[in-house]
């Protein structure tokens, strides 16, 4: 109990002290976020998508719907929930926290996705396992954006956060600098799983999903290592898929 009130009195001082400031236009955050009520509001959610890949589909189309590409081929995952189009702002957004460590940002995000997933989810996973980034891009780097995204959405869920069980092998290009027709061979073989999961059900976290080419390898190889249900869960979605 003291504990508590202790917590609640900490968190109450540093909003006092240190308000929230909305990251996009600087005006004073709205419930505790560092975004305001209208730039929130704004933010381009994907709110019509395919349940397999989560593309974007046309505002008109309503229930489960699942894209041409998924029923041609099925992805390795059973079901994407993706927070935002990737389109201006979430674009800059995402920019912000992968290339000038605006770490914050990962907080925002993490944070807005828990709100929808509580909203969306049919079933819940067993384990939170961000995509790994390879130790060669993580020294670059720095940090790895879907942890970091990861970690807010862990906490607010109360879902377990695995980070170790898997890595990434190779220090592959990066994804967004290739056509689209070279993703695949690019990615092909980088992960691995490291150590049993103990898990039927889990969701893979990333920041985006364009062609979908690293999210489908890694569920590929969560798949082979016995997982029997993945979701996957992205901030945001590019309308594109080859």
């Known amino acids: 109990m003291a504990l508590h009130f202790i917590n609640n009195w900490l968190k109450n001082t540093h909003a006092w002290l240190m308000p929230p400031v909305c990251v996009l236009c600087g005006q004073t955050?709205?419930?505790?976020?560092?975004?305001?009520a209208a730039c929130r509001t704004e933010l381009p959610y994907n709110t019509s998508a395919c349940v397999r890949c989560a593309?974007?589909?046309p505002a008109t189309t309503h229930g489960d719907l699942i894209c041409g590409a998924c029923q041609?081929?099925?992805?390795?995952?059973?079901?994407s929930h993706s927070l935002l189009r990737y389109a201006p702002p979430a674009d800059q957004l995402i920019q912000r926290l992968k290339f000038n460590a605006r770490l914050p940002l990962a907080r925002v995000l993490g944070e807005l996705m828990a709100v929808q997933l509580v909203q969306r989810l049919r079933a819940w996973p067993e384990r939170i396992i961000p995509v790994p980034l390879h130790r060669a891009r993580l020294r670059e780097r720095g940090f790895n954006q879907a942890l970091e995204i990861a970690r807010p959405i862990a906490r607010a869920l109360n879902i377990p956060l695995?980070?170790?069980?898997?890595?990434?092998?190779?220090?592959?290009?990066?994804?967004?600098?290739?056509?689209?027709?070279?993703?695949?061979?690019?990615?092909?073989?980088?992960?691995?799983?490291t150590r049993p999961i103990k898990a039927r059900h889990v969701a893979i976290v990333d920041d985006v999903m364009t062609t979908g080419h690293t999210v489908q390898e890694f569920a590929a190889t969560l798949?082979?290592?016995?997982?029997?249900?993945?979701?996957?869960?992205?901030?945001a979605r590019a309308a594109l898929r080859s």
């Open 162 to 193: 695995d980070y170790r069980s898997c890595e990434r092998m190779r220090h592959t290009s990066v994804q967004s600098l290739l056509p689209a027709a070279a993703r695949r061979k690019n990615i092909k073989g980088a992960f691995r799983v």
């Open 55 to 57: 593309l974007p589909l």
């Open 223 to 235: 798949r082979k290592s016995g997982v029997e249900q993945i979701d996957v869960w992205i901030v």
């Open 72 to 79: 041609q081929q099925a992805p390795d995952y059973d079901r």
């Open 29 to 36: 955050g709205d419930d505790g976020q560092d975004l305001c």
